[in-house]
């Protein structure tokens, strides 16, 4: 059946898109491609006047008439006190859950340590493991006939490595609700999805700096022989991971340490780089030697550590997610009168690639 109207959209359309292992929007997205949603309510090459894409979840908003941001935005009351948009509340939840875990500038997040993202079912993941030290073995060469190709090995994680709980609710009264503009509430869900955001790097960089049980943890360069970080120092890092074939783009480390090494001569001195002098007249932090600089927060493993991670983007951790476990919850508890904005996420991350994370310490 075409969805013609906003009434004939369904609560069964969140359970629908977590089977599929989507989301919502995504789902919606889908439908208009292949024509279960009329053109009348979302057209699939709708773009706004920059020309950039409008999604459907955008256009069926616009569609109910709410205006989410800017000076004339409305309040939760254009969701809550029509049946027909109350359906939409729960992924505008979503949306701006994900959309304020992405918004971190300079800060480590988990797109830094994380390269796939898998969905199962269940709570307990064993990943693949690349056997350790195969680099120079698969180098391509002569085979005599009859003789062996070289093998690349990956055998399954000895320990399974289970997912856990994210999530938190946001508590407001139901007249609190319909009376927070949308631009405020959004403010608030922000900040319950930072926090979130916080717990799952902290969990992550714990992954790759100790590893996820399987004596995986990340192999450390020699230490340098100084109390500060040098060029030289960040140079035998680097070249450390490329004799084990990986290429290193994220470098991480606590406050005192990054500091160090945005204070090196080349971004300082009278005579520093194009990228250096940015720094200076900006604070855009450049890059160092090709790696980013992203800031490990206070109270994370890397915290008076005295040591660099160094990631491989390409090769890092494996983030699990239970399928269907993504929950964005909007209900109204008759007896109390409040109404519970629940968001959780179960999930866990495993590390297939011991030398996609290295170390270097100093004294």
Do not use: C
């Not at 990228?275 to 450049?286: E, L, Q, V």
């Not at 494996?318 to 399928?323: L, R």
Request: glycine share 8%; proline share 3%.
């Amino acid at each position: 059946m075409t969805i013609k109207k906003l009434n004939q959209l369904e609560a069964g359309l969140y359970q629908d898109a977590a089977r599929k292992g989507m989301t919502l929007s995504q789902m919606l997205n889908e439908m208009a491609r292949k024509g279960d949603i009329d053109e009348s309510l979302v057209r699939p090459d709708a773009r706004n006047s920059a020309g950039e894409p409008v999604d459907a979840f955008k256009q069926l908003l616009a569609q109910a008439g709410i205006r989410a941001k800017g000076e004339f935005a409305q309040t939760g009351d254009a969701f809550v006190s029509d049946p027909s948009n109350r359906l939409l509340f729960p992924e505008y939840v979503a949306r701006e859950y994900r959309d304020a875990e992405r918004d971190a500038v300079n800060v480590l997040q988990t797109t830094d340590l994380v390269s796939t993202r898998v969905g199962i079912d269940g709570t307990a993941y064993r990943t693949g493991v690349v056997a350790s030290g195969q680099e120079k073995d698969l180098e391509f060469g002569r085979v005599a006939e009859l003789g062996e190709m070289p093998v690349y090995t990956i055998t399954l994680a000895d320990k399974a490595v289970n997912a856990l709980k994210y999530g938190g609710v946001l508590r407001m009264s139901y007249e609190a609700v319909r009376r927070t503009r949308l631009p405020i509430l959004s403010r608030y869900i922000a900040k319950m999805s930072r926090a979130q955001a916080r717990r799952k790097v902290k969990q992550a960089l714990n992954v790759a700096l100790n590893g996820d049980g399987n004596n995986n943890p990340a192999p450390a360069s020699a230490a340098a022989a100084g109390a500060t970080f040098t060029l030289q120092d960040i140079i035998a890092l680097q070249m450390d991971g490329l004799v084990q074939g990986v290429q290193f783009g994220v470098i991480t480390a606590d406050t005192a340490d990054l500091a160090a090494l945005l204070t090196l001569d080349i971004f300082t001195s009278a005579g520093a780089t194009a990228a250096g002098a940015d720094f200076r007249d900006t604070g855009a932090w450049p890059n160092l030697l090709g790696m980013r600089p992203r800031l490990a927060m206070a109270d994370s493993v890397l915290q008076g550590s005295r040591k660099l991670l160094a990631i491989d983007q390409a090769n890092g951790l494996e983030e699990f997610y239970e399928n269907g476990s993504e929950i964005v919850e909007s209900e109204k508890l008759i007896t109390s009168q409040f109404e519970n904005i629940a968001i959780s996420e179960v999930l866990g991350y495993a590390k297939p690639d011991t030398q996609a994370f290295r170390t270097k310490a100093h004294a």
